[in-house]
Structures are given as structure tokens and as C-alpha cells.
């Protein structure tokens, strides 16, 4: 005859499992995301197809290409365009990337939290801090200015412990006994 403990360990041992299966599923899933990314470009080209530009998964530029046409522009005015084109182009190549990443997160939010698979863990999820756009203004821009001063709150974090720093211990890693 089974104890009813036991049925609850076989119970808790299968759904490991099965959440085990799901992570090595969901770590080849992403090894082969990463390398399509890896491949990932994206092209612009503005004025006219004067100025071309190609970035790379990491929205780096990787070539630059100027078409016919070109000489009849100003520096400041071939200087906005790369600039323009290549913005346009990281802009495609990121759309490009997290529409590659959907279906990854897709599967991810599919799995059990810590919280269901522990009692008592708490679930952070709702903790995790939202992704800064970086301004795609020029270094002295007063747009840039503006953000840097409306995006300069300190983090703060509540349902901390405060750490007497003033307390001595007898013994520690820099103890010489170690």
C-alpha cells in the first residue's frame, strides 16, 4: 500500500521532470535562435538611394555605400544621411530580432514560475525593470539633455535588510586561520 507522501514525491519528481524536459527543449531552442541571429542583416537606404547602409545583428554597421549622386551633397548633408540610414536599418534589424525571439518567449512564458514549482518562493517576475530606449539624438541635442535629466531617478528597492557596517565580527574570510 502507498503512503500518501510517497504519491506526493513521485507527483513533485515527474513535474521536475517534465519542467527539466521543457528547459533542455527550451536551450536548444535558443542556441538555434542565437545562431539565425548571429546572421541577421538589415539594410536602409535614404535619399534617393544616395546614401545605403548595413548593420548587423547588433545594429553595427558593416557597409556603407554611397550611389550616384552623392558628390552633389553637402558633408553635413551625407554625414545626416549615413546617419539616418543606418538608424533606420539597427531600427529593421532589432524589429527583425525580436520577431525571431517571439516564439522563444512565447514557449518561455509557458512555464511554471519558481513560485508554482516552490512553495513559499516569491514571484519577482513583476520586479524586473523595463528596458531604456536609448535617444537616437546626437550627443548635445537638447532632446538627449531633456531625457538624461527626466531618466536620472536612482533605483530604489523596498523589503531590504539595512547592513550595519560598524558591527564587528570575530571571524571572516579575512581571518588568517582560513
Known amino acids: 500500500?502507498?503512503?500518501p507522501g510517497r504519491l506526493v514525491n513521485e507527483r513533485t519528481r515527474a513535474e521536475m521532470t517534465e519542467v527539466l524536459g521543457e528547459v533542455q527543449q527550451q536551450l536548444r531552442m535558443i542556441a538555434r535562435v542565437?545562431?539565425?541571429?548571429?546572421?541577421?542583416t538589415a539594410t536602409a537606404s535614404v535619399r534617393n538611394k544616395q546614401v545605403?547602409?548595413?548593420?548587423?545583428?547588433?545594429?553595427?554597421?558593416?557597409e556603407t555605400k554611397f550611389g550616384?549622386?552623392?558628390?552633389?551633397?553637402?558633408?553635413?548633408?551625407?554625414?545626416?544621411?549615413?546617419?539616418?540610414?543606418?538608424q533606420q536599418a539597427a531600427a529593421e534589424?532589432?524589429?527583425?530580432?525580436s520577431e525571431l525571439m517571439s516564439p522563444l518567449e512565447d514557449r518561455r512564458a509557458r512555464l511554471p514560475k519558481l513560485s508554482d514549482l516552490v512553495?513559499?518562493?516569491?514571484?519577482?517576475?513583476?520586479?524586473?525593470?523595463?528596458?531604456?530606449v536609448a535617444p537616437l539624438a546626437p550627443p548635445d541635442a537638447d532632446e538627449r539633455r531633456a531625457a538624461?535629466?527626466?531618466?536620472?531617478?536612482?533605483?530604489?528597492?523596498?523589503?531590504?535588510?539595512e547592513l550595519d557596517h560598524h558591527e564587528v565580527r570575530a571571524r571572516g574570510v579575512t581571518d588568517s586561520s582560513w
Open 1 to 3: 500500500m502507498s503512503r
Open 34 to 40: 542565437q545562431q539565425e541571429r548571429a546572421r541577421l
Open 52 to 62: 545605403t547602409v548595413t548593420v548587423n545583428a547588433d545594429g553595427i554597421v558593416i
Open 68 to 86: 550616384s549622386g552623392v558628390d552633389e551633397l553637402s558633408y553635413a548633408e551625407i554625414a545626416k544621411a549615413v546617419t539616418d540610414a543606418a
Open 93 to 97: 534589424v532589432a524589429r527583425l530580432g
Open 119 to 132: 512553495e513559499g518562493m516569491p514571484d519577482l517576475s513583476g520586479e524586473m525593470p523595463v528596458t531604456q
Open 148 to 161: 538624461d535629466e527626466n531618466g536620472s531617478e536612482e533605483m530604489r528597492f523596498s523589503d531590504v535588510e
